[in-house]
Each structure stands twice: as structure tokens, then as C-alpha cells.
């Protein structure tokens, strides 16, 4: 759905209710697997700008994601449609049946588990700290008490930003500002310039941050539990979540997965089949 029609439903309520009557509209549900089977397509989102997992390199998508969603092309009995889109849009358009699948890097939340249904993990992924590099001000967690923090608007990281207050506070500490961004380039580019203290992130991104530019930043302590990232579908889509539970399953038995792992990350994961927030 694109902008003028989204506005159009939301806010022209009596035209968009006489539409739903008259059946020329239906509310946005997830195709079925027998849907996508016989429609000969299925619609998965996708970002671009989340270093390992899915961005831009020459002017070609790239990345772990981008990789496994070929694998998956490479084996699915019909044609999978990629829309690239902003973040903060995506799960919210997977959650209300307008993509069939998030194919990106998203944390598993209880939060998110609300509305979405999380697939076989891809990835581990335990919250950090990156700081300018040099920056002496910051050498460990109680040195991030009043300082100003950036992390990306509607991720699991700001959700997760509690878990570093409690961390302050037994040091005697408090959360200073909190400024989010739309992306995390956006809050590399601010912290380089001290705009901003820290940034917090995946290890995994921040790890591919700094190997990338080693004379910028400097990778910190970690400020999270252990957590995991999926790719997900809306909730009570269970037959085409057991269809990517079952590609994601083979990709790890047959070491396709590790390998890609290894490649973008440097590591592998030892990881449940399922996992849940809750």
C-alpha cells in the first residue's frame, strides 16, 4: 500500500467503510501457503540500509538476508517478490497481512510477538555499545551514566534500553538522552561528529561497523541479555511459517547457513530451532 492510498483508508473513514460494504475492499489479511502456491507469488519485505544483514553494495542488494532469501528463491515452487522499505514500516506492514513475510534482521521481542510469529532463527545477537574511537571519557558501563545515547526509532535496541538503565543504576547512574534516528547510518554519522556518545546495537552490526572504519569508532561493552533475530510472518500464519521453518532448518543442516554466517559475521551460532521472548 503506498502513501496516498494509506492515506486515502485512514482518513476517509465514511468512503473507505461504504468500499468495505459494497466488497470492493477487504481488509489486509496474509495470503495462505494454498494462496501464494496458486497465485504463483509471494511478497516478502525487506530493508536496505542494515549492515550485514541487507544493504546496498554498487548498486546491488547484498548481504546475510539477501543471500538466504536467494538460497529460498532458489527452492520455492513459485516466484518471491521483494519490496524494499523503510524500517519502521515493515513489520507493521507484515503484521497487518500487506507483506507475506519479513525477510529481514528482526530481534525476537515480546513485544513483537503480539502481532508477529517468529521463524527458526537466523542469527544470536547480544546488545552493545560503539564510541568514537579515542573517545576516554568512555571505558566502561557506569562511564555511559549522563551521556547521550543514539539508537534507531522502533527497534528492539531502544525496547531494550532498560536493560542498560538497571546496569546504571547499580553503579549509581542514570540514562542521559536518548536520540533516535531513522536509520543507523544516520547515528554512525552523528557520533562520529560528537554529536552523540554511543550508539547502541547488535554486536553483529557494530563488529561490521568498526572493521569497516577501525580509525572512527571503537566497539564497547555489552548492554543486553542474549537475544535472537528472525525473519517472521504475520501471527496465525503457520503454514507459511513452517515453510521457511523448513527451508531455514535445511540452509543449517546443510551448512549453507554457517557458511553465510562465517562470511558476513566472522562466526557462527549454535542456536534452538525455536525461541520465544515470552
Known sequence: MNATRRGFLTTSATAGSFL???GLIRPASAATLAEIKASGTMTVATEDDFKPFEFIQDGKPTGYDTEL???L????PFQIKQETIPWTGLLPGVGSGKYDAAVTAALITAEREKFLDFCSPIAES?????KKKGNAAIASIKDLAGKKCGVQAGSAMLSALPELEEMLKVTGGKMGEVVQYVSYPEAYQD???GRTDYVVNTQI???SLVQDKPNVFELGQAVSKKIYIAWAVKKGNTEVKAMLDTFL???RKSGEMAALQQKWFGLTFD???QWSAA
Request: glycine letters at 4%.
Open 126 to 130: 547480544t546488545d552493545f555499545y560503539v
Open 205 to 207: 552490526n557494530l563488529q
Open 69 to 71: 532469501l536467494e538460497l
Open 271 to 273: 542456536m534452538p530451532e
Open 191 to 193: 557520533l562520529a561528529i
Open 73 to 76: 528463491r532458489k527452492t520455492a
Open 20 to 22: 468495505l460494504a459494497a
Open 249 to 251: 532448518l535445511g540452509a
